[in-house]
């Protein structure tokens, strides 16, 4: 397991996302985009959107950038 999908794992148990949720959110750690992640998970453009927007509301924050900041500032990265 990477340091990132680790991240995503703690994430997922603090904020209580969602396998699919999680998914997502493990591509865009890993630097990919919403369009790369809907196609690897076989799902649409738009609900990959709805599943980062989800991750958003979930965890409090607005945007990429400050989930970013969440996880590096070692509040989810033991």
């Known amino acids: 397991m990477t340091e990132g999908e680790a991240a ?3 994430l997922a148990l603090r904020y209580g996302l969602s396998a699919r949720e999680q998914d997502v959110l493990v591509l865009l750690v890993k630097g990919r985009t919403i369009a790369h992640a809907a196609s690897k998970l076989n799902i649409s453009f738009n609900t990959a959107k709805s599943h980062i ?4 509301a979930k965890a409090g924050v607005h945007s990429k950038q400050e989930l970013q900041s969440l996880i590096e500032d070692g509040k989810i990265v033991r």
């Open 8 to 10: 995503v794992q703690e």
């Open 53 to 56: 927007r989800n991750v958003y």
